[in-house]
């Protein structure tokens, strides 16, 4: 994990930003934090197809997963507009379909906070309240964030670190997932291509893609133009970051919108192939998946959870 | 204390000399260029394929490894790997980096390889530094337990509707993809304080030369599919062919 050379983690900086991650106070009227829409027991995010923010304001898009954030990289948000968590940290506070708030008015309840001075005080070393920030308090939000690491899933215990037996099921879901194997193509299985999108331990590429999700005349039809309107390239419109499968059967609803209930509804939107665009990713194709085949996957995706991260006392709402 | 501090001084000022070029050396620009039948390439944009059908690139990049000028019998590595990621800028797909610190004179040419050589291809993205091309896990296969030496994208309208029905997807990568390059005896001078530019097309068409896209349109160089070995083959190959110094 890159840690920012100004932003080193300490137990304090990382305790402060905790308390900032689950406080409302960082909202509006004191009804919504970080927390409220991230929440461990969904796999850290909300569970909602699209979050829902001060005065019940609804968002245009939902929760994203934080698990093993700290390691993500070519941009944060759905569509990449932040840089690193230190940036992304400065968002939510202003949105209007979130918290609300304006960063001076956060700023004036952390001075005049009956511990959070303090708390500022040991994690950076400032010397007065007026030196609290909004670059600290992002940097304290990072800082928490990094820390919320998941690797101890089935998939990592009897997959990565052979510590165990994958069920059958599972181990014909890993092959229709990473196809390309030795085996894969002798399995007889169909390959599912999940890989492309989402690989390596993070279970992400950390790109943006097209899956298909959208029936549109032209790349300039898109309801949410998602990297494109980021990025001002046509070719962009339509992707959105491909999420870390880690904990994927605890985040439902699924995709940018929500669109999705469940994971089988999932893999049967990449079962069709999704609706072709001239930027739709070209790893999208007619799959014909039986249903035996649909729940190997299934079952592969299940074993992505891990009950250890998401109960860590550590990652919990300490209020 | 004071005693330490001079030595800290003195460390940090070696460490930044060390990083820097020094006035006698020269510097390369090498500048990588998209063509498809002769012009530059942007992506998103369409194009027209053999038989006039539309076709668009979406994504273009490989690895360069060993990258070295040649000197009679000598080489001079310049590059020990070099990840190609063509993208838009102003006019066309292209890619620029600059490699420093290279001793002045005329070489004899150049000569590359294709891909991630095997000693670094043996490990894994985590065990390089964020700031090695071989950091990037979007290049790396773990069911090949190897890096994608080639990654090449679009889409292909094949039947004269408004739709890129077609997904065009070519990824190289394992040890019998890898291709080594051949010296092209081209003089190249490097001069002292000097910036010279080596500038490569890849022209698309060359790429493809032994390959049907429509009927061929994906590789991911599945292991125990020889068909997917063949086309993977055949776009290595014609991927070395189309790069070529201008």
């Known amino acids: 994990?890159?840690?920012?050379?100004?932003?080193?983690?300490?137990?304090?900086?990382?305790?402060?930003?905790?308390?900032?991650?689950?406080?409302?106070?960082?909202?509006?009227?004191?009804?919504?934090?970080?927390?409220?829409?991230?929440?461990?027991?969904?796999?850290?995010?909300?569970?909602?197809?699209?979050?829902?923010?001060?005065?019940?304001?609804?968002?245009?898009?939902?929760?994203?997963?934080?698990?093993?954030?700290?390691?993500?990289?070519?941009?944060?948000?759905?569509?990449?507009?932040?840089?690193?968590?230190?940036?992304?940290?400065?968002?939510?506070?202003?949105?209007?379909?979130?918290?609300?708030?304006?960063?001076?008015?956060?700023i004036g309840k952390l001075q005049n906070h009956n511990d959070y001075p303090r708390r500022f005080r040991e994690a950076f070393g400032i010397s007065d309240r007026d030196e609290i920030t909004k670059e600290l308090a992002a940097k304290a939000l990072a800082q928490f964030q990094r820390t919320l690491?998941?690797?101890?899933?089935?998939?990592?215990?009897?997959?990565?670190?052979?510590?165990?037996?994958?069920?059958?099921?599972?181990?014909?879901?890993?092959?229709?997932?990473?196809?390309?194997?030795?085996?894969?193509?002798?399995?007889?299985?169909?390959?599912?291509?999940?890989?492309?999108?989402?690989?390596?331990?993070?279970?992400?590429?950390?790109?943006?893609?097209?899956?298909g999700l959208d029936e549109v005349a032209s790349l300039n039809d898109f309801e949410d133009l998602g990297q494109g309107a980021v990025t001002g390239q046509t070719i962009d419109n339509g992707k959105f970051r491909a999420p870390s499968l880690r904990n994927i059967a605890l985040t439902a609803p699924y995709m940018h919108d929500g669109r999705f209930n469940t994971l089988e509804e999932v893999i049967d939107h990449y079962d069709s192939g999704g609706h072709v665009a001239a930027n739709l990713d070209p790893n999208m194709r007619v799959l014909g998946l039986t249903e035996d085949e649909k729940a190997y996957l299934l079952a592969f995706l299940n074993s992505f959870t891990d009950m250890e991260a998401i109960t860590n006392p550590d990652f919990q709402n300490p209020f | 204390?004071?005693?330490?501090?001079?030595?800290?001084?003195?460390?940090?000022?070696?460490?930044?000399?060390?990083?820097?070029?020094?006035?006698?050396?020269?510097?390369?620009?090498?500048?990588?260029?998209?063509?498809?039948?002769?012009?530059?390439?942007?992506?998103?944009?369409?194009?027209?394929?053999?038989?006039?059908?539309?076709?668009?690139?979406?994504?273009?990049?490989?690895?360069?490894?060993?990258?070295?000028?040649?000197?009679?019998?000598?080489?001079?590595?310049?590059?020990?790997i070099t990840h190609v990621k063509l993208e838009d800028v102003g006019s066309g797909a292209r890619f620029s980096t600059t490699f420093e610190n290279i001793t002045p004179g005329t070489y004899d040419g150049y000569v590359f390889d294709l891909g991630v050589p095997e000693r670094l291809n043996m490990n894994v993205p985590e065990t390089y530094s964020s700031d090695s091309p071989l950091s990037d896990s979007f290049f790396y296969w773990e069911a090949w337990d190897s890096y994608i030496f080639a990654k090449i994208e679009g889409r292909m309208d094949n039947d004269a509707d408004p739709n890129f029905e077609v997904g065009i997807a070519y990824h190289t990568g394992t040890e019998r993809m890898f291709r080594e390059g051949t010296p092209n005896l081209t003089p190249i001078a490097i001069v002292e304080g000097e910036t010279t530019d080596l500038t490569f097309h890849v022209e698309l068409e060359d790429i493809f030369e032994n390959v049907d896209v429509p009927l061929e349109p994906f590789s991911h160089t599945t292991p125990g599919n020889p068909e997917s070995i063949s086309i993977s083959n055949r776009v290595s190959d014609g991927l070395l062919s189309a790069i070529q110094l201008q």
């Open chain 1, 1 to 106: 994990m890159e840690i920012p050379a100004d932003n080193p983690m300490t137990e304090e900086g990382i305790a402060l930003g905790r308390r900032l991650f689950y406080d409302p106070i960082m909202s509006l009227d004191s009804t919504i934090s970080c927390g409220s829409c991230h929440m461990p027991n969904n796999g850290m995010t909300d569970g909602l197809a699209l979050s829902t923010g001060v005065d019940g304001a609804i968002g245009r898009r939902s929760s994203m997963m934080l698990f093993n954030i700290g390691y993500a990289y070519n941009g944060l948000f759905w569509d990449g507009r932040s840089p690193n968590l230190e940036d992304q940290a400065l968002h939510p506070i202003e949105d209007i379909n979130e918290m609300k708030e304006s960063w001076p008015n956060v």
């Open chain 1, 149 to 211: 690491i998941s690797g101890n899933s089935r998939y990592d215990k009897n997959v990565i670190r052979g510590e165990g037996f994958p069920e059958d099921d599972e181990v014909n879901g890993q092959l229709m997932y990473f196809f390309e194997t030795q085996g894969g193509a002798a399995s007889g299985l169909e390959d599912a291509e999940c890989a492309h999108c989402h690989n390596g331990f993070l279970l992400t590429s950390n790109q943006y893609f097209n899956n």
């Open chain 2, 1 to 80: 204390m004071e005693k330490y501090g001079f030595l800290i001084l003195a460390l940090a000022t070696l460490s930044i000399l060390g990083c820097q070029q020094k006035d006698t050396d020269g510097s390369i620009n090498m500048k990588v260029v998209a063509t498809y039948q002769g012009q530059p390439v942007n992506l998103g944009e369409t194009y027209s394929y053999t038989n006039g059908e539309p076709v668009i690139f979406t994504l273009l990049n490989f690895f360069v490894a060993d990258l070295s000028l040649v000197s009679g019998a000598n080489e001079t590595r310049i590059s020990e």
